[in-house]
Structures are given as C-alpha cells and as structure tokens.
C-alpha cells in the first residue's frame, strides 16, 4: 500500500505524523512523495484558528477528489480538527473513509488492518518515528502532550485534553533515536514547555532536569527550547541555559498581549509589568538570548488605546521575532461568549501595523548582530547558483529567516560563520570560518557500536 501522509499545524502534530509513518511502515507501507500516487493518503488536520481549520479542509477534500483522479483507493482525517468537529465532517465529505480525533489515534491501524489497506507487521523498526521532510538533521522531541491554561481564546484543551508529561527515560530513549538518525538540533515542543514535570511523580524532575539528561545522555549539537510560559520560566532553568552551550539561547515566549484589560479577559496569567520585569530578567541571566513572542490582535473588546499600549510595549521592549495573528472566535471556550465586536478590517489593519513595527524591530535587533561569531547549522548546501543556506543559534527553524553563507560544507555540517550583514531584514549574510560539528552519516553506515534504543511502551504512552 502506497501512502502519503499530509502533515498541517504545528510541530507537534509533524511529531505525531511521524509516529503515524513508523507504524504504517511497519505494516507494509510504502511512503510516496506525492499525494496522486498514493493509494492511502491520511490528512493530519489542525483546528488552531479559522485559517487552520480552512486549511485542513481544503486538504481533505483535494485528498478527497484524488479517489477519482489519482490513485487513491481510501482517505482517512485524523488529529485535532477532526477532534472537534468529526460529525460535520463526516456528513459534508462523505469521500473520506473515517475520521479520527486526536484521542482516537490509537485505532488508526487497527481501522485500516479491517479495511484490508494494511497487513501484519513485516519489520522490526528500531524506534518509533520516521521522518519525512528535507532535513532529517532538524528534528522535534514532544515532552507532554495537553493543556491544563484557561485562555480565552484557545481550544487547545478541548482538542488535545489535559497536561500530561512524558516519562523522562522515554523521552531521552527518542532523543538518542534521533541523534542515531542524524539530528543535529533537536527542537522541544509542548503546549507549554515550562509545565514539564509538574504532574510527574517525581518532585526533582522538570524541565531543567530534562535539558541536563539531554545534554548528559546525548551528544546533540543544538538543542532549542519551543512554546514556554513566562510564569515557568524559572532562575533555575535561565540557570542551566546560561550555562550549557549546547542549549541554545533562545526562548519562544507567547505573550498574546500588553494592555492589561485584554490579558484579563483572555485569562492570560501576566501582566504588563511583569512580562517587562521578566524579559529583563531573562536577557540580564542569559547575554545574548534571542526572544521571541506573539500577540493575537482583535480580541473582543480591544480599544485603540489597547493596541496602541501593545504597539508602544513591542517598540520598547524590542522583541528579536514576533508572531501575530488575527482573533477568530473558537466554539466553546471563554473567548467565543464574549461579542466579537472588532471589524474583520480592523484586525487586519492592526496585523498589518504589528508586522509593519516588527518588521523594523528585528531589522535594527538583527543589525546589531554584524561582526558576531557564531554557531550555523547548514540547512542546504551550495549550489552554482547561490550559497548555502543556513541558521544560526537565534533562527529557529522555518520561522525566523536563513542565513546565507559561501561554504562548501554539507547540509547538517555545524560550522563556525560571522555574521557579515543583513538582507530583507530577517536574513544574514555570513562568512564561513571552519567546521565545527560535520555533516551526520546514516545511522546503518555509523562506524559507532551504540545499540539503538528500543521503546519501552507503546505509542499510547505518548498520550494519544
């Protein structure tokens, strides 16, 4: 059976689709690259915001078409979008087979075994995730899965349940798998990365612990820190970053907003005063650190003096990268009680205006960047026509721009580059000075004698 798996959202659910790939593999499928030679296409969905949701939707139903134009002989929508909304679904695009929520994954083969699309089991895969883009060397380790916050706005509880952390053995056992697989910078993802631990039996465990088992039982080049509350941003965890090079230093920090009276109505935890007290905090603990947020614009009852405070706090505080979105009210939470009274037009412009601010922000943060020696993870390597394309520590992957260098180093090299200037704003120039940390050989071809690490659960121990 030939399978495509189409992954949207966020780097979680690209987590979850790579588990999904193993299994299938396991069972006898064939990965294809394109959507019209698969005979079973399975769409990962996201239900995040309307665009999310328009988005998944839109890659269903071209799933669905391919049952008569392509190759497709079944469909199947799984994740968090069909969570919430599996019975619409269901009824407006009968094409799909079945659907499954982000808590009924565990039937995923079991439904397909019934249908004939897959068989037993022909291989013993070593570990539990396979990857599928176009750098194998940049991976995302999930800790917990779920959400116990209460803001407004989300319904990222509804779709995912509540917080649950991962065992701390399992989750170094993937770490080496993917260190075996030729990770060179492992991203941590969570809801709220901070919140690691705290459920856990044991009162020592949190995310500091995690990072230094990390650092202790891997020798990963880069690991980056994805998606923290500032609330459990601890002195004790700026501790371990300050400390430990491999731990870059980068926070993503989502702060939603500044004026008070949307934070409280959002039910967010801060305040203005103490974000600004906080991020001081961190940058005095850790020189250097790269910060970056988002905001959501447009949420009921924001006045033009709240967008004008978030505007004069995002000019003073002087974030390197800013997310921003516009609000769209989710069915059944806090947020879509309240009167969504901001025009369409108007959140947009606010949009506009944010990135426009932010745009200029990061160019000047950026700039004080030139001359800077540093650390760049070569994504691609260069071509007759342009150079290498790379990130250095303060870019996390596929959201906060490339650095362009002239090197002759692999994708996957580490090698030490300065930064020469900047280039659409959110790019860098740079010249290559040495290699640091080379390009990773397949795991088979490894001259190492480290046996891979086996699971010691099943994948529903990861909380689907």
């Not at 995690?210 to 923290?228: F, G, K, Q």
């Not at 000047?364 to 994504?379: D, N, Q, W």
């Not at 260069?382 to 180093?409: F, N, S, V």
Request: aromatic share 6%.
């Amino acid at each position: 059976m030939r399978v495509k798996l189409v992954t949207l959202g966020c780097d979680k659910n690209t987590v979850d689709s790579e588990r999904y790939l193993a299994q299938l593999l396991d069972h006898g499928a064939e990965q294809v690259a394109d959507a019209e030679d698969a005979e079973l296409i399975i769409v990962n969905t996201c239900g995040f915001i309307d665009a999310a949701k328009r988005e998944s939707i839109d890659a269903i139903v071209a799933a669905g078409r391919l049952k008569e134009t392509g190759s497709a002989t079944a469909v199947v929508a799984v994740g968090c979008m069909v969570e919430r909304h599996k019975d619409e679904l269901a009824e407006a695009i009968p094409e799909v087979d079945f659907f499954l929520g982000a808590s009924e994954t565990e039937q995923l083969l079991p439904k397909l075994r019934e249908r004939g699309l897959i068989g037993d089991p022909v291989t013993q895969h070593p570990g539990v995730r396979i990857h599928a883009g176009d750098t194998p060397f940049v991976r995302y380790l999930k800790v917990s899965e779920g959400c116990d916050h209460g803001c407004a706005f989300c319904a990222i509880p509804l779709m995912r349940g509540k917080h649950r952390s991962f065992a701390l053995d399992e989750i170094i056992r993937e770490a080496q798998l993917l260190e075996l697989q030729g990770a060179r910078e492992v991203n941590l993802v969570a809801q709220d990365l901070a919140h690691y631990g705290r459920d856990l039996r044991d009162a020592n465990v949190r995310l500091p612990e995690l990072l230094e088992a990390l650092v202790r039982e891997t020798s990963i080049p880069w690991i980056r820190n994805m998606y923290l509350y500032s609330a459990g941003i601890t002195p004790r965890l700026l501790e371990v970053i300050a400390g430990e090079p491999r731990i870059l230093r980068y926070l993503d920090m989502p702060m939603q907003h500044a004026a008070d009276p949307v934070l409280q109505r959002m039910r967010r935890p801060e305040r203005q005063k103490s974000i600004r007290e906080k991020v001081a905090r961190f940058r005095d603990a850790v020189p250097g650190v790269a910060i970056r947020t988002t905001c959501i614009v447009g949420f009921p009852g924001e006045t033009d003096d709240d967008f004008r405070q978030l505007m004069d706090f995002l000019q003073e505080i002087q974030f390197e990268r800013v997310g921003v979105f516009t609000y769209s009210p989710q069915e059944g939470t806090r947020g879509a009680e309240l009167e969504d009274d901001v025009p369409e037009s108007l959140k947009h412009q606010r949009l506009e205006a944010v990135q426009e601010l932010q745009r200029h922000i990061t160019a000047e943060r950026y700039e004080s960047r030139i001359g800077a020696v540093a650390p760049a993870l070569v994504e691609a390597a260069a071509t007759a026509d342009e150079p290498a394309r790379a990130r250095l520590p303060w870019q996390a992957d596929d959201i906060d721009g490339l650095t362009w260098i002239r090197t002759d180093a692999p994708a996957g090299s580490i090698i030490e580059a300065r930064v020469t200037d900047v280039v659409d704003d959110y790019d860098f120039l740079a010249t290559a000075l040495g290699v640091l940390v080379p390009a990773p050989v397949a795991a088979a071809e490894s001259p190492r004698r480290r046996a891979l690490p086996m699971m010691a659960s099943s994948m529903g121990s990861f909380g689907r």
